[in-house]
T-cell receptor, first 116, second 109 residues
Framework: GAVVSQHPSRVICKSGTSVKIECRSLDFQATTMFWYRQFPKKSLMLMATSNEGSKATYEQGVEKDKFLINHASLTLSTLTVTSAHPEDSSFYIC????????????FGPGTRLLVL | GQNIDQPTEMTATEGAIVQINCTYQTSGFNGLFWYQQHAGEAPTFLSYNVLDGLEEKGRFSSFLSRSKGYSYLLLKELQMKDSASYLCAVYTGGFKTIFGAGTRLFVKA
């Protein structure tokens, strides 16, 4: 199997606070994980590629100081949205690839963030 | 540039067959994915084509023509639960996957 979990599934927070989202590969090791953002009826937008033990690679236009990514182990990556604002409200999805099998991404169930 | 095109929406009848097309122009190509995504949920893997031709997996089949930059997903014996978005994605290598905007399929009774 290839199961990826995300926590929390939904979060509502006040503007100015920080929110941490966890992404875990439950039954495989994932050297590489990806963080996506998706707006309603739009496709996935890659935010960053997270590699275990090293700094994440951010896509152009994504603020690395605002979206902090930590990939401390082969099964866990975290995304922290710092000083969240209403425009950060979105569906955040992580995915992971099996170490040595980089083509196929297995997606987590997503986290719906609402910033008031 | 990187470009993946697929129709925005399609409607089909329960029990019928539907073909969702995808054309791509990318700087690299290692393979093409199809994912299914229900509203409010994450995408789930359907197929991965690396070589030209048709690959069949139950009710779903996927076709690839690398020379034409073209793929399609064929869904047979449509069921109501097949109503979802279908994402075409190209793996360009080096951990890079480019996703199309998705095709929303509505299956009606």
């Amino acid at each position: 199997g290839a199961v990826v979990s995300q926590h929390p599934s939904r979060v509502i927070c006040k503007s100015g606070t920080s929110v941490k989202i966890e992404c875990r590969s439950l039954d495989f090791q994932a050297t590489t994980m990806f963080w996506y953002r998706q707006f309603p009826k739009k496709s996935l937008m890659l935010m960053a590629t997270s590699n275990e033990g090293s700094k994440a690679t951010y896509e152009q236009g994504v603020e690395k100081d605002k979206f902090l990514i930590n990939h401390a182990s082969l099964t866990l990556s975290t995304l922290t949205v710092t000083s969240a604002h209403p425009e950060d409200s979105s569906f955040y999805i992580c995915s992971a690839t099996k170490t040595g099998l980089e083509e196929t991404q297995y997606f987590g169930p997503g986290t719906r963030l609402l910033v008031l | 540039g990187q470009n993946i095109d697929q129709p925005t929406e399609m409607t089909a009848t329960e029990g019928a067959i539907v073909q969702i097309n995808c054309t791509y122009q990318t700087s690299g190509f290692n393979g093409l994915f199809w994912y299914q995504q229900h509203a409010g949920e994450a995408p789930t893997f359907l197929s991965y084509n690396v070589l030209d031709g048709l690959e069949e997996k139950g009710r779903f089949s996927s076709f690839l023509s690398r020379s034409k930059g073209y793929s399609y997903l064929l869904l047979k014996e449509l069921q109501m639960k097949d109503s979802a978005s279908y994402l075409c994605a190209v793996y360009t290598g080096g951990f890079k996957t480019i996703f199309g905007a998705g095709t929303r399929l509505f299956v009606k009774a």
